[in-house]
Nanobody
Framework: QVQLVESGGGLVQPGGSLRLSCAAS????????MRWYRQAPGKERELVAAITSAGGTTTYADSVKGRFTISRDNAKNTVYLQMNSLKPEDTAVFYC??????????????WGQGTQVTVSS
């Protein structure tokens, strides 16, 4: 049974920092691309950051470039999202996703339950 468990969310003031973690189990973590998404109230879920299976390549949404950093520790089956210079518009539920494409017809995608991040003074 695959499980992704996010942690590290909370309430932070504008300009502050948070570090989200996503611990994975039940899958071969090092074979999966890991992504962080977020969903603000009334908005669609959006991709925030992604990191390749070996951690060699990272991508970011324009809205978080220079402020957020995604990283992973394959020995700990964990992906992180370091969030600095947080803004009120970063307020959202953040979700961890593990994805793997095996073939044209076989893809795997797993989601965590989400962790709330609220940026407010």
């Amino acid at each position: 049974q695959v499980q992704l468990v996010e942690s590290g969310g909370g309430l932070v003031q504008p300009g502050g920092s948070l570090r989200l973690s996503c611990a994975a189990s039940g899958l071969n973590f090092s074979e999966y691309v890991m992504r962080w998404y977020r969903q603000a109230p009334g908005k669609e879920r959006e991709l925030v950051a992604a990191i390749t299976s070996a951690g060699g390549t990272t991508t970011y949404a324009d809205s978080v470039k220079g402020r957020f950093t995604i990283s992973r520790d394959n020995a700990k089956n964990t992906v992180y999202l370091q969030m600095n210079s947080l803004k009120p518009e970063d307020t959202a539920v953040f979700y961890c996703n593990a994805g793997r494409v095996v073939s044209m017809r076989t893809r795997y995608s797993y989601w965590g339950q989400g962790t709330q991040v609220t940026v407010s003074s």
